[in-house]
């Protein structure tokens, strides 16, 4: 089997695009582009030049932090905003630092366990969407600027394709509509696209899992892949390992699908495990072996920390050997606190383990993943900012091979793969089928059984309808189960009718549609107020047109009433969820597409 950049079709549009995926990562961003030429085969490029990082050539990646004054407006971003002047800047003037900000759009439903880590301030009258935004508008800056300085008549092929620039963002694994909404609103407010139809429609979504497989296929790991055995994409970032289980059914073309739900370190308490929260357990020993030491003051273990983050821990081997932070002069000594010369001597077995719970981790997460897969996943790939450490890499493969699990990493940047895989996956398209994460359902009423003791507890929100019949609300109707393999095409849906007593409703007819997280057992009644539950999006419908051919009826007790019959279907198998009502006015079908409602 080829790599996908020797097998990817030529592009079939018929005249030029440009399409920009834009990762923004926890503690890292990074930027991809790809321009469509009618006849030829895409080529993919990667953004390597940002202010501030002019002196590194090939540099792909940003740190994702802003700096905001007073009034809200943006001063800094990222490699800008790390700069020591602009830093020194932010104090006098007091500007508001704000990272981690990605974070503030994850699921009510999913904890935050940041291992003592905060996240800042909101900046005044920002809201995170806002924040979200302005990134993404920093980032759509300089991807800009990039390719009118880098290639030929840059500027008249900007004018050409910006009206119609397509983007595909990338999110965790855990993140569902209503992250994905928010993630377009803040391209509106960055101004990415307009707030139209038209312009929301430019935009896509990805999972980082999927973007990451997509990665690992362009490096050519699935050449050696048997077809029936599973793989694991590990995408290990700054702040969290995303996780997700796929297998080869097809190599000509390649077809890929999903083989056991993804797993963002468990998909509703998010235990986040990325390489910053090895330099936070660095620190924390740092903070406490320098105490009493003049190197113990706060700014100094701020920049002793630094040091370590881009010295020591990503060259960090082997826990036997003695590991050394430069970060000061020869003339910095303190034999006390173990420093001469200017760096600071640590045991190997210290270091190892500011990573060990970061690994525990990861093994736990996979380990998971395997039992879902029901032992078909033979290898992993692991990709990912943190996948560059070797500490990291050795450890999963000495842990996992007692399971006969091979660990491979890909030979290119694992710190862009998100954002070339977002291009890959717009382009090549190899997963054909996903396993869906949780439960979904409607609520409907039940009848009422007197002799159910459940029944009885909930007696009295009973209702009537006009026909007759007593029911109970809040009964849960499952249109999609979890762990169920869903291809893209695969419709799911339900027939339902209502009784209505006044036609005018049909205007503003609607569905919640609804997410259960509790495991693999359809529960009985929605719990509205329980954590395990919560409203995915809710599908709007003007149903006036069946006024017409709605036939009148006469109930209980003469009341005329009117029964509507509808279908709710959801489409599950692509990267955004998507639901709709069918109806029938006995001419023709109407079909109203979801929106999320956040």
């Known amino acids: 089997m080829k790599p996908t950049s020797d097998t990817r079709k030529p592009y079939g549009g018929s005249s030029r695009a440009l399409i920009i995926a834009l990762d923004v990562g926890t503690t890292f961003s990074g930027v991809s582009y790809a321009l469509l030429e009618p006849g030829e085969v895409p080529k993919i490029h990667g953004v390597t030049r940002f202010p501030g ?18 009034h809200g407006r943006v001063m800094a971003a990222g490699a800008e905003a790390d700069n020591a002047s602009i830093i020194s800047q932010a104090e006098d003037e007091e500007w508001i630092k704000t990272e981690l900000f990605k974070l503030r759009l994850r699921p009510k439903s999913m904890k935050l366990k940041m291992n003592g880590m905060r996240l800042s301030p909101l900046p005044r009258h920002k809201t995170p969407v806002d924040v979200f935004g302005d990134f993404l508008a920093y980032l759509f800056s300089c991807t800009k600027s990039f390719i009118i300085d880098t290639h030929a008549n840059g500027q008249t092929l900007w004018h050409h394709v910006e009206s119609s620039i397509e983007f595909v963002l990338s999110h965790p694994n855990g993140w569902e509509g209503a992250q994905q909404t928010k993630m377009r609103r803040a391209a509106v407010y960055g101004g990415l696209i307009p707030d139209t139809d038209e312009g929301r429609a430019r935009i896509r979504f990805v999972t980082e899992g999927e973007a990451s497989l997509h990665a690992c296929v362009q490096s050519g790991l699935a050449a050696d892949n048997p077809s029936r055995h599973g793989f694991l994409v590990a995408d290990a970032g700054g702040g969290t390992l995303d996780i997700s289980s796929y297998a080869v059914r097809g190599t000509n073309p390649l077809v890929i699908e999903e083989v056991a ?8 308490t998010r235990i986040f495990a990325g390489s910053v929260f090895v330099s936070r357990r660095a620190r924390e020993f ?5 105490r009493g030491s003049k190197y113990g003051t706060p700014d100094s273990i701020d920049h002793i920390t630094k040091r370590f983050d881009e010295t020591t821990k990503r060259l960090f081997r082997d826990k036997k050997d ?22 600071l001597k640590l045991d190997g077995a210290e270091v190892a383990q500011f990573f060990e719970p970061s690994i525990q981790a990861a ?15 033979k290898s992993v790939w692991l990709v990912g900012g943190f996948a560059a450490s070797s500490w990291l890499f050795t450890q999963l493969q000495e842990r996992l091979t007692p399971l006969k699990i091979t660990v491979s990493r890909p030979d290119s940047q694992t710190s862009k793969a998100v954002a070339d895989g977002a291009l890959g996956f717009y382009c090549d398209h190899h997963v054909s089928a996903r396993m869906s994460k949780f439960m979904y359902g409607v609520e409907y009423l039940r009848e009422y059984d007197p002799s159910d003791p459940e ?20 009964a849960f109707d499952c249109i999609l189960a979890r762990c169920v393999k869903v291809k893209e095409s695969t419709v799911f849906s339900r027939k339902y009718c209502t009784e209505l007593t006044n036609l005018s409703t049909l205007s503003v007819f609607e569905v919640e549609i609804w997410c259960y997280r509790g495991g693999d057992t359809i529960p009985q009644w929605i719990l509205r107020h329980a954590e395990d539950y919560s409203t995915l999006c809710v ?9 017409g051919s709605a036939e009148p009826k006469h109930g209980k007790n003469g009341k005329t009433y009117w029964t509507i019959v509808f279908s709710v279907e959801i489409h ?13 006015d006995n001419v023709r079908d109407f079909r109203v597409l979801f929106f999320y409602v956040c």
């Open 363 to 377: 093994i736990t997460s996979i380990k998971a993943q395997v039992d879902a897969s029901q032992g078909m996943i």
């Open 261 to 268: 739900p993804p797993d963002c370190e468990n998909a509703v």
């Open 572 to 584: 599950f198998g692509l990267t955004e969820f998507k639901a709709r009502i069918k109806w029938n």
């Open 53 to 70: 990082q002019e002196h590194v050539a090939g540099n792909s990646k940003i740190p994702s932090i802003m700096y905001y004054d007073k």
């Open 455 to 474: 029944h009885m507890s909930r007696r009295d929100r009973l209702c009537e309808l006009p026909s007759g019949p007593r029911l109970l609300p809040d």
């Open 322 to 343: 003695m590991q050394f932070i430069p970060f000061g002069s020869p003339l910095d000594k303190d034999p006390s606190a173990g420093i001469r010369g200017g760096q």
């Open 539 to 547: 599908v709007r419908a003007d149903l006036s047109l069946l006024s």
């Open 286 to 290: 740092l903070e406490e072996k320098l």
